[in-house]
């Protein structure tokens, strides 16, 4: 059966990776170190191929011979504090998010990233359709971080930012930009993106000839950061990730 892909129209096929992953156990890498480990039983025979096809409604699916369970959708905003990586492992063994959510209990992922030198709000979810939702390009869910940059910046550049500046990979889409404060040699503002391309405010403020020296996200969509502590989390209510949910969709739509 593995290696033709099955019509998955007619029936809800998954790869046994998928499922595994998706039942909140582990990563995908994990997930496929256990199948080929002989720990994964599908229908009762042990199954150490990842790319098996997998009807979760009819077949039968064990992990160390206990039946896979439904998983609870959950979602948690993270307050990551810089010096973090938003990964899972790092080669170089410094800290990652997943050190700061050992107690959650449950497989989930970053939704998006935030680099090393960044803190703020990080939304981590096992529901892989709605980070989809919202990492996806067309979504346009706006995200807000407030910057601290090496120089006093003119009303000009601050506008430059607004209007879109170009970058190694194109211009970058208009952008809501408020001047928050000048501090002896730096500006301090508030930029709300809708888009996510990797490094982008600190592309945007190299392209005016300064350096972000200070970069923490604070609003994704309608979620806050709000007075939660650096370095905790906090579970979403249904409301924000219904409201997530809706707005990804709505923008997506149009
Ligand atoms: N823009 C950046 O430059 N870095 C981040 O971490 C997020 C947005």
Redesign the pocket.
């Known amino acids: 059966m593995a290696g033709t892909r099955p019509d998955e129209r007619k029936r809800p096929l998954k790869t046994l990776e998928r499922v595994i992953s998706k039942a909140g156990l582990g990563s995908r890498t994990e997930a496929r170190r256990w199948i080929h480990q002989g720990r994964v039983r599908v229908n009762g025979r042990v199954i150490e191929n990842p790319d098996h096809w997998v009807d979760f409604e009819r077949d039968r699916v064990q992990f160390d011979g206990k039946p896979l369970k439904a998983r609870e959708r959950l979602y948690i905003l993270l307050y990551k504090p810089t010096g973090y990586i938003t990964s899972y492992k790092d080669p170089e063994g410094r800290p990652t998010v997943y050190d700061l959510i050992t107690e959650v209990g449950t497989f989930i992922s970053p939704v998006g ?3 090393l030198d ?1 803190s703020g709000l990080l939304l981590m979810t096992n529901d892989t359709q709605l980070a989809e939702l919202v990492t996806n390009p067309d979504s346009h869910v706006p995200k807000t ?1 407030l910057v601290k940059a090496s120089k006093v910046l003119t009303d000009e550049q601050l506008q430059q930012l607004r209007d879109g500046v170009t970058l190694s990979d194109g211009p970058t889409r208009p952008a809501h930009v408020v001047r928050l404060r000048d501090s002896g040699k730096y500006t301090h503002f508030e930029i709300t993106l809708t888009e996510g391309r990797n ?5 945007m403020v190299e392209a005016l000839d300064a350096k ?1 020296l200070k ?1 923490v ?1 604070v609003q994704l969509g309608a979620l806050r950061i709000g007075d939660l502590p650096i370095g905790r989390w906090r579970h979403l209510t249904s409301d924000e990730v219904e409201s997530l949910r809706s707005a990804s969709r709505s923008m997506t739509a149009t």
Do not use: N
């Open positions: 990233r935030l680099d960044t971080y490094r982008q405010v600190r592309r972000v970069l996200r």
